[in-house]
């Protein structure tokens, strides 16, 4: 793989964060850092702006922390961070944001309606509700349109629940990494993990059933001790092609 030589900038932060599995318990942390790098990363994209996303701040200081870091199977990351940020999907307050997004163009527009205002009026209002509303067969039903559509025009296939659920995902995703590089750019170390019992995390932050939980978040300063190993990427012949 060729190096990224530059290492200022945007570069020089992506070359840097790496994920840290131990951190620092002794330097003071900024918890307010994590405040301002979390409304950092709600300007993440986001599919149909939905903003399909919540993020749960579980400090050191909270009764919470430990039992969390349990829950994240005691990973050293989990146990060592001196903040969790748990990275929460919201696909069940479609209707909600669908509404919000809806408000805000007519709101916008309402002293000169365009074509345009139309439009997207009609993506909230109509569109969005076919794609996520749940109906006995509905998957099967908006597959079987997308295919009979897609036989005369291109069309957008993905449009079974599945997708849905991967769509709100890659947009959380997004705000994380988002997230990631923010505290990086304060100087501070993340580990991004997916191994948590996320039933039992659910329970602990009192989350709906609709929640899905997306990733956690450990933070803090880290120690060097924290890396584990050189950074290693399939080279970049293999995995970036030029049609
Ligand atoms: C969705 C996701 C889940 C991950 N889960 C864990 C985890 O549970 N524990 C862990 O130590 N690292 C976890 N990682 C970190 C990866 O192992 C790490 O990003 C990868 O090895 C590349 O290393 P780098 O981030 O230092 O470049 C996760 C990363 C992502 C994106």
Redesign the pocket.
């Known amino acids: 793989m060729k190096e990224i030589n530059d290492k200022t900038g945007f570069f020089g932060l992506v070359h840097a964060?790496?994920?840290?599995?131990i951190f620092d318990q002794e330097s003071p942390f900024d918890h307010e850092l994590v405040q301002k790098c979390l409304e950092a990363s709600v300007l993440a994209p986001n599919s149909s702006n939905l903003q399909l996303w919540e993020f749960y701040r579980v400090p050191e200081s909270s009764p919470l922390k430990v039992k969390l870091a349990k829950l994240?199977?005691k990973?050293?990351?989990a146990t060592t961070a001196r903040e969790l940020v748990v990275i929460v999907a919201r696909r069940d307050l479609w209707k909600i944001r669908a509404k919000a997004n809806y408000d805000h163009i007519q709101e916008r527009f309402k002293n000169a309606p365009t074509h345009k205002q139309k439009q997207a009026l009609s993506y909230f209002g109509s569109l969005i509700p076919k794609l996520y509303s749940k109906y006995p067969l509905w998957s099967f039903v908006k597959k079987t349109i997308a295919f009979l559509v897609g036989l005369q025009r291109p069309m957008v296939r993905e449009v079974s629940e599945t997708d849905v659920r991967i769509s709100v995902h890659k947009s959380v995703?997004l705000a994380?990494m988002t997230f990631m590089y923010a505290m990086k750019a304060e100087g501070y170390d993340t580990?991004?993990?997916?191994?948590?019992d996320a039933l039992r995390v659910k329970k602990l932050l009192q989350l709906p059933s609709g929640a899905e939980i997306?990733?956690?978040i450990a933070c803090g300063k880290g120690l060097p001790e924290g890396?584990?190993g050189d950074?290693?990427?399939i080279e970049s012949e293999k995995v970036i092609f030029e049609k």
């Open positions: 964060r790496r994920s840290v599995r994240c199977m990973q050293k990351a995703a994380a580990c991004p993990m997916e191994g948590f997306n990733m956690i890396v584990y950074r290693f990427r």
